[in-house]
């Protein structure tokens, strides 16, 4: 099955620091070499968000005391009241975005300035069809230990963690949340005006999470990083090619 027909909604990094993130750390600027569109500081909180522009994306940034996610997600629609257009959803195929972000980590993460002890990859591909039963065709088509019916199934949530062995780590979390999902929005022109429903959206749906253990006491070396989130990577690749594998 050909892994150039899902597009990205959203491809999120996460590190889970097992001490504190450096307050000079700059992970926006260390990481895109460019300036963010906007900052938010809560220094009281310890949360930080930047954002801004990305590729043909968006990016965001978020540091709380527990986790930093690195986001990247569609690029906002142009908003134009008097053509109200549903936002964006996707933005390109997501083994191009993938690639894209690939190509930028991996010496990003061998300079961290502080120590992790977990490492998570996540984030929603989609398949969009003409109705409802041509995405549970694509559900028959990627799932293998469910028989999905396209005539009569609807309401189909199957999550499932099939874990796999990893080179450095005990183990990964390969966790993968299949559906099929309508999407559908109203544009409100003026306060005379009742709101304008726009064209739906049938869209199959793989949302994936690969991580390493929950448990994990010890901490991950700096030169694991990258080799970790390649073969995270490499599942998620083997997700979007030849759904799910049960073992």
């Not at 990893?166 to 929005?185: C, K």
């Amino acid at each position: 099955m050909p892994d150039d027909i899902w597009e990205a909604n959203t491809i999120r990094l996460t590190l889970f620091p097992v001490e504190p993130i450096p307050p000079s750390f700059d992970a926006w600027r260390t990481l895109f070499d460019a300036e963010p569109d906007t900052e938010e500081t809560r220094a009281k909180e310890g949360f930080k968000r930047q954002a801004g522009e990305y590729g043909s994306g968006a990016a965001e940034v978020q540091y709380t005391p527990a986790r930093l996610d690195v986001i990247i997600i569609p690029p906002p629609a142009e908003i134009n009241p008097a053509q109200p257009v549903l936002p964006n959803i996707t933005f390109g195929p997501i083994v191009e975005r993938l690639r894209e972000f690939e190509n930028l980590t991996p010496e990003w993460l061998m300079n961290l300035p502080f120590r992790i002890n977990r490492m998570a990859i996540s984030g929603n591909a989609m398949i969009e069809k003409d109705t409802i039963q041509e995405t549970y065709e694509v559900l028959k088509e990627y799932i293998k230990s469910v028989d999905v019916k396209p005539a009569t199934m609807r309401e189909l949530l199957y999550r499932i963690n099939w874990q796999r062995p990893a080179t450095l780590v005990e183990y990964y979390n390969n966790i993968q949340f299949w559906s099929s999902i309508v999407f559908q929005g109203q544009s409100v022109v003026n306060d005379q005006m009742p709101p304008v429903t726009m064209q739906r959206k049938f869209l199959a749906q793989l949302q994936f999470d690969v991580n390493t253990p929950e448990d994990r006491a010890r901490r991950l070396e700096a030169s694991e990083l990258s080799p970790i989130f390649g073969e995270m990577l490499a599942l998620v690749r083997e997700a979007l090619t030849d759904g799910e594998r049960p073992l």
